[in-house]
């Protein structure tokens, strides 16, 4: 659901204005001035910028990923520690990676 702007033109018991506040409501039903929180004097509605993400779709399957990994956890199987070997999927031919740090 969308939000809302709506800014309170009436000035509280201290000479201040009162603060802008959103409300989250349906699409399309909005009302032009609702009742300010703080004084109860009508606010009128604003028109403010939509709040359009610039993230790219592989960022948000990235996001959508982490969260889902994190309720449930990919089960990971690891190799036989009896076997001594190392799974041939682990091999590089990259000449740039002898140079990295190896485990003891």
Do not use: W
Request: with cysteine; hydrophobic share 35%; proline share 12%.
């Amino acid at each position: 659901m969308p939000l809302y702007a709506y800014r309170c033109a009436a000035r509280g018991s201290a000479g201040f204005t009162c603060a802008d506040f959103e409300v989250q409501l349906a699409m399309g039903s909005a009302p032009a001035s609702l009742p300010c929180p703080v004084c109860g004097a009508p606010a009128r509605r604003r028109f403010t910028a939509p709040n359009l993400s610039r993230a790219s779709s592989s960022a948000y399957r990235l996001i959508e990923s982490t969260q889902r990994s994190a309720a449930e956890p990919a089960v990971v199987r690891s190799p036989d520690p009896l076997s001594g070997t190392r799974p041939a999927g682990n091999i590089t031919t990259n000449p740039l990676h002898r140079k990295l740090p190896r485990p003891d």
